[in-house]
């Protein structure tokens, strides 16, 4: 008698704790929504539309080339640390993790600031996934209209003291159709350090399929004023884009001897 009533509580006890087990699996959220719970419903559509942000935290590394008049300027980038290295004909600039560095291949004086530069156009061509970064916060705005079709849009702020430019802020405008992002206004806070409300405008004109991720093939500059769009100014090309899951080589962010620190 006392092994059958062993028996049967031994086998109450074992299915009980499966059911339990069951219920924690089912209760247990999805990456879809702990993403949506994490971000507002439209900037998680938004990141979905372009392969979702799990596909874009697997990735280690980003390259793309950006063909100009005077050679091809490659940008790549460590995703995880945000070290950089771009390489350009006359000149290297990059960012080992601490300090920005300016390499001068050729006597050629370099016009402009490579720590305003050194992370500029990733910035640029890694949205919306950088819209995901820590210390963000989201706000809907009045949507902008052009030919006729509007596109809402998000507003993106920082908390103080995340980046070289805090101060700086963003403007998402996304497709309601296809929920891709379709332009974004920008403000340039680097060398002032105060909020602006000077806006400048980029429409991602067209995308290109990268390992699952849907990532900018060309960028075109409008005219902007009173949040009007104005007449077009110039564009961007992106081409031998990659991902990559494997990390680059530390090396490659590192200093040369023969460059400069840039302060």
């Not at 006392?2 to 028996?7: E, N």
């Not at 996934?129 to 079709?149: A, M």
């Not at 960028?219 to 899951?245: L, P």
């Amino acid at each position: 008698m006392k092994k059958a009533a062993l028996l049967l509580l031994t086998t109450i006890l074992f299915f009980s704790c499966k059911k339990d087990t069951k219920a924690n699996e089912i209760k247990e959220p999805s990456q879809d929504s702990i993403a949506t719970k994490i971000y507002p419903e439209n900037i998680s559509k938004i990141f979905d539309a372009h392969g979702g942000l799990e596909t874009w935290n697997t990735m280690q590394s980003l390259v793309f080339t950006m063909p100009k008049p005077n050679g091809d300027e490659i940008t790549t980038t460590n995703l995880k640390s945000r070290e950089s290295l771009i390489d350009m004909p006359n000149h290297t600039i990059g960012f080992d993790g601490n300090e920005v560095w300016l390499l001068k291949k050729d006597t050629t004086a370099y016009k402009g600031n490579p720590r305003f530069y050194y992370n500029l156009f990733f910035y640029f061509y890694a949205m919306p996934f950088v819209l995901g970064d820590d210390g963000i916060n989201y706000k809907d705005v009045e949507p902008l209209t052009f030919e006729g079709k509007e596109y809402p849009g998000i507003l993106i702020s920082y908390s103080s003291g995340i980046g070289e430019s805090p101060e700086d802020e963003y403007i998402l405008y996304y497709d309601t159709d296809t929920n891709k992002m379709a332009w974004l206004a920008y403000t340039v806070t680097f060398f002032s350090k105060e909020k602006t409300k000077d806006f400048h405008l980029i429409k991602y004109d067209d995308w290109q399929m990268v390992k699952g991720l849907l990532l900018p093939k060309t960028f075109k500059w409008y005219g902007f004023e009173n949040k009007v769009v104005g007449e077009f100014q110039k564009e961007m090309h992106f081409v031998n884009v990659s991902t990559s899951k494997e990390k680059p080589e530390n090396s490659l962010f590192e200093k040369p001897e023969d460059a400069q620190t840039i302060e």
